[in-house]
């Protein structure tokens, strides 16, 4: 980034300066972010999706959106108060829509999955390694990016292992003896 006397400033990132993460304009991250708004609340129309798209500095065309709803397999379904809303299949093959889980249910979810399939966890810095059966990796992952600890930045998966980021520069190994806790107590 360059400033107005045409100087490199790299220090502040667009989430510290209050404005939140910066989301790329590309078709990936505008599915990405709708899928994300879609698991997070309820949404009735491509309206309201549009202007939760725009808060966060994704403008769209509605025929934009109603292509992308399409292509990311989105339906209406009735959630539990009875109302339409848009779902979208879930990852790890289980393709029928859901309506969004509630906090509970998403932390639930991520000790039960931690209880199954986390092998072991190993800190270093901000970082930290988990290991997962084959194959298992990814879906840990999401179970663990749904849930949207604050304390994690990000994850990584490959097939057997996930790298998690924590935002403290210190924090892995809280992070890793939190989930360790979380997989002890499921089992």
Known sequence: ????????????????????????????????????????????????????LADDGLSVTQATLSRDLDELGAVKIRNTGGELIYAVPSEGGFRIPQAPLGESAKEERMRRLSGELLISAEASANLVVLRTPPGAAQFLASAIDQAELRAILGTIAGD????????????????????????????
Not at 9 to 21: L, Y
Not at 164 to 186: E, T
């Open 1 to 52: 980034m360059t400033d107005a006397q045409g100087t490199e400033n790299w220090g502040a990132s667009q989430t510290e300066s209050g404005g939140g993460p910066s989301v790329p304009q590309t078709r990936t991250a505008r599915h990405r972010r709708i899928v994300d708004i879609l698991n997070r609340q309820p949404v009735r129309s491509q309206s309201q999706l549009a202007k939760l």
């Open 160 to 187: 057997d292992t996930l790298l998690l980021i924590s935002r403290d520069p210190a924090g892995g190994q809280a992070l890793a003896d939190h989930l360790l806790r979380l997989a002890q107590r499921a089992r």
